[in-house]
């Protein structure tokens, strides 16, 4: 069987007193489209930001890519982090920097390679997310979905493992949600990655999903294919499902 | 006989200081032909294949045919991708003489269409100023007195501090000059005919344009960026109208007002120096005044008033219009803002050489004998 990319154990997370997540267990494996769903304020952010060793859990441990990030110091998650690619909610994209010279950032922060090879990898990634022609575009002459596509050509500048979603179909109509589910799932068969997301938008997670779970009430409430969870009989997912369709 | 292909072992170790030295290794064979094996590469990250891109372009620029053999077809697609762009790109470029004369024709362009289009915004500005209160809600009064308010009455704490210095820095620099020709009874008349003639002005509209015009171009601007302005256009509102009058009245108003107050406080200023003891210069308080207003002419404070009108029109013209040409979010605010102070500043100085040069040539100076 091969070894899981994602594997948390027993994770607990808290604010001060306030317990927001509490004995989250889950794999993921590589090459797979795994969601993390839940309403709001379910703590579905705070996982996400426990995963990419932002934030410190009160208990568990949490391996990515054969790292525990809950037990190594910051400066060494460095190389980890290399191998991860973030996409925020709202892009990040820097404002006074270029398309083509946000993608270029990772690759000259963490590499020494020639110009030439650096502008070749930032054509090369914004051609998988089809925005050749905005290369030398301002990020405010992006619509909403090219800023998102910008914002994943820039997570996958350094060729990462896992690529991390954070809510990224919200602010998009449904033409442009679809297209980016679509160029998610052509990134996975052409780059062979491990995708993570995090959203509750059941549209989406349809489209895309292999894997996932539900959080509710700070605990694991469903875990599986999205087939496995609407089979359900917990009251918070069927609500969930019903709820959140069409969103 | 041909000389026979060099083949190249392209590892995992490759990086970029290594291309030059394969390229002079391919040399010294002297092979026409050069082969590069990638089959010893265990992981191809986008990276390495832009390297072999790399490579494979020196060779073509060397003249050499190359091949390439033991790569995956997905990286085959890369590579094709790397060359072929760059190819096209290459092919699609134009000589840089045509260019230079491209680029330069289209500034020229941009810097008439720009003229056009404020041309056509004070034309626009003036209608709704002057037609705006014989219109039905055509003339913002409350908003118009709001903008005095933030403009002018706002404004007054830091043109009083700047005109006191600048009048105790003048009268300072006048007693050092003119205590060498024991003429230090000029200093009221200097400092007074300076202030009231140019400096005030001058200094109010720089103070102005930095205050005020970057403020309204910030304003303007992030109003553009976030569509509110589309969406007063979409109402059928005019911006001219609704946003930009109440703004040009305002500076209007308050440029002339805030002058005499400069020139007032910097004659103070100058006072505050002559008639101090420890300065020396031993003037009464009642000589300093009758002198400054045997020196300043009627004719003298309405020209610098006539000239603060004239800036308060170019500053809010320049203020509006980089406003409404702002593009590119937050970055494009702070430049718009930092070109709406710059362009009035050099509008400024250059509208004052013209109104100096205009009274000096019809004899209208100022007058600076005893």
């Known amino acids: ?247 | 006989m041909p000389a026979e292909p060099v083949t190249i072992a392209f590892t995992d170790a490759f990086d970029a200081a290594q291309i030059a030295a394969v390229c002079a290794h391919v040399r010294r064979q002297r092979a026409p032909q050069v082969c590069v094996d990638g089959a010893a590469v265990t992981v191809w990250p986008t990276a390495r294949a832009a390297l072999l891109a790399q490579l494979l372009r020196r060779f073509e620029r060397g003249g050499y045919a190359w091949s390439v053999v033991g790569v995956p077809d997905d990286v085959r697609a890369v590579l094709e991708f790397f060359l072929y762009r760059r190819s096209k790109k290459l092919r699609s470029a134009r000589p840089h003489e045509v260019a230079i004369v491209e680029s330069t024709l289209v500034r020229i362009a941009r810097f008439l269409n720009n003229i056009r289009d404020l041309y056509l915004l004070l034309q626009d500005i003036v209608y709704w100023t002057m037609a705006g209160p014989f219109c039905q809600h055509g003339f913002r009064l409350s908003r118009t007195s709001y903008e005095i308010t933030e403009r002018g009455v706002r404004s007054l704490p830091i043109v009083a501090l700047v005109a006191f210095i600048m009048g105790l820095i003048l009268a300072m620099q006048a007693a050092l000059q003119l205590r060498v020709y024991s003429a230090l009874f000029l200093i009221p008349r200097m400092v007074g005919v300076s202030i009231v003639y140019e400096l005030g002005v001058l200094m109010t509209a720089v103070l102005v344009a930095g205050r005020s015009g970057s403020s309204i171009t910030a304003e303007l601007g992030s109003m553009v960026t976030s569509e509110e302005m589309d969406a007063l256009r979409a109402m059928g509102v005019s911006i001219t109208k609704y946003i930009i009058v109440p703004k040009f009245v305002a500076l209007i108003i308050v440029m002339p007002c805030l002058t005499i107050f400069a020139d007032i406080i910097g004659v103070f200023g100058g006072y505050v120096i002559s008639v101090l003891p420890m300065m020396q210069i031993g003037m009464s308080s009642p000589d300093y005044i009758d002198k400054t207003l045997d020196a300043i002419r009627m004719k003298d404070v309405l020209i610098g008033l006539t000239k603060s009108v004239a800036d308060g029109v170019v500053i809010a013209c320049i203020a509006v219009y980089q406003g409404l040409t702002t593009s590119g979010g937050a970055e494009g605010i702070g430049k718009s803002t930092t070109r709406s102070v710059v362009y009035s500043i050099i509008m400024i100085a250059i509208a004052h050489l013209f109104f100096t040069g205009l009274f000096y040539a019809t004899g209208q100076g100022p007058l600076l004998q005893p």
Not at chain 1, 15 to 38: C, H, K, N, R, T
């Open chain 1, 1 to 247: 069987m091969t070894a899981p990319v994602i594997e948390v154990k027993e994770l607990v997370a808290a604010y001060g007193e306030q317990v927001v997540l509490d004995g989250i267990s889950f794999m993921v494996a590589p090459q797979q489209i795994f969601v993390v769903m839940g309403g709001s304020g379910c703590g579905k952010s705070t996982l996400l930001r426990h995963l990419l060793g932002l934030y410190r859990p009160t208990a568990g441990s949490i391996q990515i890519l054969g790292t525990d990030v809950t037990r190594t110091k910051e400066e060494d998650l460095q190389p980890l982090r290399a191998r991860i690619g973030m996409v925020f909610q709202g892009a990040a994209l820097f404002n006074s920097m270029t398309v083509a010279e946000n993608v270029s950032l990772p690759l000259e922060e963490y590499t020494d390679y020639p110009d030439r090879v650096i502008q070749d990898i930032v054509d090369w990634k914004l051609h998988l997310v089809e925005l050749d022609h905005a290369r030398d575009y301002m990020p405010a002459q992006l619509s909403g979905g090219m800023k998102k596509r910008a914002a994943i050509a820039r997570a996958m500048a350094l060729d990462p493992a896992i690529l991390f979603f954070d809510e990224h179909t919200t602010g998009l109509d449904p033409v442009m949600a679809a297209e980016l589910d679509r160029t998610i799932l052509r990134l996975r068969e052409k780059l062979h990655i491990t995708v993570v997301v995090v959203t509750h938008d059941m549209t989406s997670i349809r489209r895309i999903a292999d894997r996932g779970i539900m959080i509710a009430d700070k605990h694991i409430a469903a875990a599986g294919s999205i087939r496995e969870m609407e089979q359900s009989g917990d009251a918070r997912v069927v609500n969930f499902f019903m709820s959140h369709e069409g969103h």
